[in-house]
């Protein structure tokens, strides 16, 4: 799970951990996301799209081990820009496993904006600069819970907002 939980929890499989805690539903994203149709191309078993049901549209959903009957089975680098021609943005809860998120990022966000939940200290790590240079947003979260009845996190989470047509600064918001 996080850098500091040592053999504390076993890694799940797929690196599969449900959106459980809505703290994660901080209001400088919320109002960024309001009103959209987005796509989750890693739906796990909802959990991201239950939290966001009465602020935007999932439109479109699938993963590449859908815990849940009747989602789509699907890679996330396989979508393409005709999967998504009603979807305004991507939003999800990758994997964090290196050799699984590198190809979403190198993906996702040249189909459309693309909102990810990771942790916090991704963006100082040498290997995420150059997607830094495509991030637009990061809100900062703090940390969240990822297994019920378990103790929060020990990474700090955030939103960051990957946009190939992104140009300039990073906006950083901190928590309120």
């Given at each position: ?40 191309p ?7 799209e ?26 996330a ?65 703090g ?34």
């Amino acid at each position: 799970m996080g850098k500091r939980d040592g053999n504390k929890f076993e890694r799940n499989n797929k690196d599969l951990y449900p959106t459980i805690d809505p703290s994660c539903m901080v209001e400088p994203f919320v109002s960024r996301v309001r009103g959209m149709k987005y796509a989750e191309p890693c739906w796990g078993n909802g959990d991201l799209e239950d939290m966001l049901m009465d602020v935007a549209t999932c439109v479109w959903r699938s993963d590449i081990s859908p815990q849940q009957p009747n989602i789509p089975v699907r890679d996330a680098t396989t979508l393409n820009i005709d999967d998504l021609q009603e979807v305004d943005v991507i939003v999800s809860n990758p994997p964090y496993h290196w050799p699984m998120l590198k190809p979403l990022l190198d993906h996702l966000p040249t189909l459309r904006p693309t909102w990810l939940l990771l942790p916090a200290d991704y963006m100082h790590n040498i290997r995420m600069g150059p997607y830094m240079e495509k991030c637009s947003t990061v809100i900062a979260i703090g940390r969240m819970y990822w297994m019920p009845n378990k103790v929060k996190g020990v990474s700090n989470m955030a939103w960051y907002c990957f946009n190939k047509w992104h140009i300039g600064q990073t906006e950083f918001i901190g928590r309120g």
